[in-house]
């Protein structure tokens, strides 16, 4: 994918954010895919993600932008799924800069589904993607889990479809 492509456009706009979340979205669930030491401890976590960024009917997003693949790392192993809920654009002086947006994720791990929410903007200049993933809560045996993924990534130049990043982070039980 070619940032200089169709940046002025509301189809270029969704096109850079459904990366840059899609990103987001499969790191951050890499960091809490398996549980934390019990008694409350706090473990330190890293790794890398990889999604296929879609749309259309399999995708719940209200602006028909989701990511799913694996994601793999020190303590996590699994598959992220990520929905896009909202982007903006912003501009300064007349030059689109940057995108922000939200989402929610998913994870299927060993121990149960993961969830939680992001935040996240890329920079349009340098195509760096950046977001911070809160996992709130999780099922069956990662139901105590919680904690903060903070990734890092540069949008895929010649392919939209496809991400990688990195990440690191915490995961803590109650």
């Known amino acids: 994918?070619?940032?200089?492509?169709?940046?002025?456009?509301?189809?270029?706009?969704?096109h850079i954010s459904r990366l840059s979340v899609t990103v987001l979205l499969l790191v951050a669930f890499v960091v809490i895919a398996q549980p934390a030491a019990a008694g409350g401890n706090t473990i330190p976590v890293?790794?890398?993600?990889?999604?296929?960024?879609?749309?259309?009917?399999?995708?719940?997003?209200?602006?028909?932008?989701?990511?799913?693949g694996p994601i793999s790392g020190s303590k996590l192993n699994?598959?992220?799924?990520?929905?896009?809920?909202?982007?903006?654009?912003?501009y300064q002086n007349g030059q689109l800069v940057e995108f922000k947006f939200t989402g929610t994720a998913t994870i299927d791990t060993f121990c149960g589904t993961l969830s939680g929410s992001f935040d996240g903007d890329q920079q349009v200049a340098n195509s760096s993607i950046t977001a911070v993933l809160?996992?709130?809560g999780g099922t069956l045996d990662c139901a105590n889990i919680r904690g903060v993924l903070n990734l890092s990534t540069v949008a895929n130049p010649h392919n939209e479809k496809l991400q990688e990043g990195t990440y690191t982070g915490y995961l803590t039980t109650n």
Do not use: D, W
């Not at 890293?46 to 399999?58: A, K, L, S």
């Not at 699994?78 to 912003?90: C, D, P, S, V």
């Open 134 to 136: 809160t996992i709130t």
């Open 46 to 68: 890293q790794g890398t993600v990889h999604e296929v960024v879609y749309g259309g009917r399999n995708c719940p997003s209200p602006i028909q932008t989701c990511g799913k």
């Open 78 to 90: 699994g598959l992220l799924t990520g929905i896009l809920n909202a982007e903006q654009a912003i």
């Open 1 to 14: 994918m070619s940032i200089l492509i169709l940046l002025n456009t509301q189809a270029g706009f969704r």
